[in-house]
T-cell receptor, first 115, second 113 residues
Framework: QQQVKQSPQSLIVQKGGISIINCAYE??????FPWYQQFPGKGPALLIA?????SEKKEGRFTISFNKSAKQFSLHIMDSQPGDSATYFC??????????????FGKGTHLIIQP | DTEVTQTPKHLVMGMTNKKSLKCEQH?????MYWYKQKAKKPPELMFV???????INESVPSRFSPECPNSSLLNLHLHALQPEDSALYLC????????????FGPGTRLTVT
C-alpha cells in the first residue's frame, strides 16, 4: 500500500517557468511533510517542510502548499533554473509521541529544466 | 552545519563476506536512521535509533545488523548478503527524536557479487 502518492513521475519545464509537483496521502496520522531534492549519486537534501497548522510555506523560490481537508500538498519551484534539474521526493512522517519515526516517501519526480 | 558523513563511499563484497558501513554526525542529533535506496526508487526505511536505542526495525533480514555505539555514530553490519541487496545505503539524523528534519548523508553504494 503506497501511503504517499506523487505525480507527475517526470516533468520538463522551460527555464524561468514554474515547476509544480503534487503529493497526496492517506494516513491521517501524518503531520510533517518535507520535500527532498536528490542529484544522481548523492543523498537526498532537505529543501523545505510544512506542518498541517499552516497552508503555505515559502523559502526563496520554493513554496509548499498544503490542503489538509484534501490530504494533498504540492511543491512549487518559481523561476526554475537548469540547476534545479534533479529528482524530487515528497515525504511524510507521523507524530510518534516522543519517539522518532522514519519518513514515508513518494515515488519521486524526475525534473528537467530546459535552458 | 547539517553534515552527516558516511564511509566507505563505495563497497563491493562477496556473498560470504562480512563488512560494516559507518555513519557519523556531530550535530547533537538524538535520532539516527538507516534507509535503503534502489536505483530510480525512493529511500525505504530500515532502522531507527532514538537516544541510542533501536526503536524501529522495518522487518529487515537479520543479515543486516545495526549498532549505535554512541550518540554520534551509527554502524550497519553486513553478513551473507544477496545480490539483490545491492543498493545505496543512506544514513540520516534528526535533532529531535520525532523524525522531523532528517538530514541525509551521501550514502554508501554497495554492490554484492
Amino acid at each position: 500500500q503506497q501511503q504517499v502518492k506523487q505525480s507527475p513521475q517526470s516533468l520538463i519545464v522551460q527555464k524561468g517557468g514554474i515547476s509544480i509537483i503534487n503529493c497526496a496521502y492517506e494516513n491521517t496520522a501524518f503531520d510533517y511533510f518535507p520535500w527532498y531534492q536528490q542529484f544522481p549519486g548523492k543523498g537526498p537534501a532537505l529543501l523545505i517542510a510544512i506542518r498541517p497548522d499552516v497552508s503555505e510555506k515559502k523559502e526563496g523560490r520554493f513554496t509548499i502548499s498544503f490542503n489538509k481537508s484534501a490530504k494533498q500538498f504540492s511543491l512549487h519551484i518559481m523561476d526554475s533554473q537548469p540547476g534545479d534539474s534533479a529528482t524530487y521526493f515528497c515525504a511524510a512522517s507521523p507524530y510518534s509521541g516522543g519517539g522518532a519515526d522514519g519518513l514515508t516517501f513518494g515515488k519521486g519526480t524526475h525534473l528537467i529544466i530546459q535552458p | 552545519d547539517t553534515e552527516v558523513t558516511q564511509t566507505p563511499k563505495h563497497l563491493v563484497m562477496g556473498m560470504t563476506n562480512k563488512k560494516s558501513l559507518k555513519c557519523e554526525q556531530h550535530m547533537g542529533h538524538r535520532a539516527m536512521y538507516w534507509y535503503k535506496q534502489k536505483a530510480k526508487k525512493p529511500p525505504e526505511l530500515m532502522f531507527v535509533y532514538s537516544y541510542e536505542k533501536l526503536s524501529i526495525n522495518e522487518s529487515v533480514p537479520s543479515r543486516f545488523s545495526p549498532e549505535c555505539p554512541n550518540s554520534s555514530l551509527l554502524n550497519l553490519h553486513l553478513h551473507a548478503l544477496q545480490p539483490e541487496d545491492s543498493a545505496l545505503y543512506l544514513c540520516a539524523s534528526s535533532y529531535r527524536a520525532t523524525g522531523y528534519e532528517q538530514y541525509f548523508g551521501p550514502g554508501t553504494r554497495l554492490t554484492v557479487t
